[in-house]
């Protein structure tokens, strides 16, 4: 079981939008603003898409967006294209003895 | 061009030993704290041991607490984990990852490991 729940899976259609949550506590998620989204494609290495909640790594295509409301996070990709299919983890900081924890992955899937 | 590669996967027996390697280029080794990963075939990220920038203070997942030990040699950019008494349950792709901001900019290719009689 993961420390933070996420939907396993997500699609929409080419152009459109799609929001994946990622539900934590207020010992992660909601008590930092540390949220950090990543995409790996199959047989890949995670790529940072999304961090500090809402910032994007220069590189990342502004259709990428973050949120965050209590203990719920959100990540936002606009304009889907069929290289956005890839599954996507959130993960927070969850203080000096945890440190680091992952959502259970979402898998997108473009239509 | 930054750059985390990792070795010293394999098949291992439960009960064995192994140790992985993470070689740093690219960017100030010493400025970062630096982080293993690991994903279990098919399932999600973990993480496993964190590492300061200089040595000084290590974390562990409570899971591989006692049994996996972190530590760098700065003077070779090179990051380690020692992990003992493996587990089938440590079968994973281990990736040594580091950023700034609580995240993880930077991520190796990952190495195999693979505990199994």
């Known amino acids: 079981q993961s420390a933070l729940t996420q939907p396993p899976s997500a699609s929409g259609s080419p152009g459109q939008s799609v929001t994946i949550s990622c539900t934590g506590t207020?010992?992660?998620?909601?008590?930092?603003?540390?949220v950090s989204w990543y995409q790996q494609h199959p047989g890949k290495a995670p790529k940072l898409m999304i961090y500090?909640?809402?910032k994007r790594p220069s590189g990342v295509p502004d259709r990428f967006s973050g949120s965050k409301s209590g203990n719920t996070a959100s990540l936002t990709v606009s304009g889907l294209q069929a290289e956005d299919e890839a599954d996507y983890y959130c993960s927070s900081y969850a203080g000096s003895n945890n440190l680091r924890v992952f959502g259970g992955g979402t898998k997108l899937t473009v239509l | 061009e930054v750059q985390l590669v990792e070795s010293g996967g394999g098949l291992v027996q439960p009960g064995g030993s192994l140790r992985l390697s993470c070689s740093a280029s690219?960017?100030?080794?010493?400025?970062?704290?630096m982080h293993w990963v690991r994903q279990a075939p098919g399932k999600g990220l973990k993480f496993v041991s964190a590492i300061i920038t200089n040595g000084g203070s290590t974390y562990y997942a409570d899971s591989v607490k006692g049994r996996f030990t972190i530590s760098r040699d700065n003077s070779k950019n090179t990051l380690f984990l020692q992990m003992s008494s493996l587990r089938a349950e440590d079968t994973a792709i281990y990736y040594c990852a580091c950023g700034y901001n609580f995240a993880y900019d930077y991520w190796g290719q990952g190495t195999l490991v693979t505990v199994s009689s």
């Open positions: 207020s010992s992660d998620v909601g008590g930092y603003n540390y």
């Open positions: 500090e909640v809402t």
């Open positions: 690219g960017f100030t080794f010493t400025s970062y704290n």
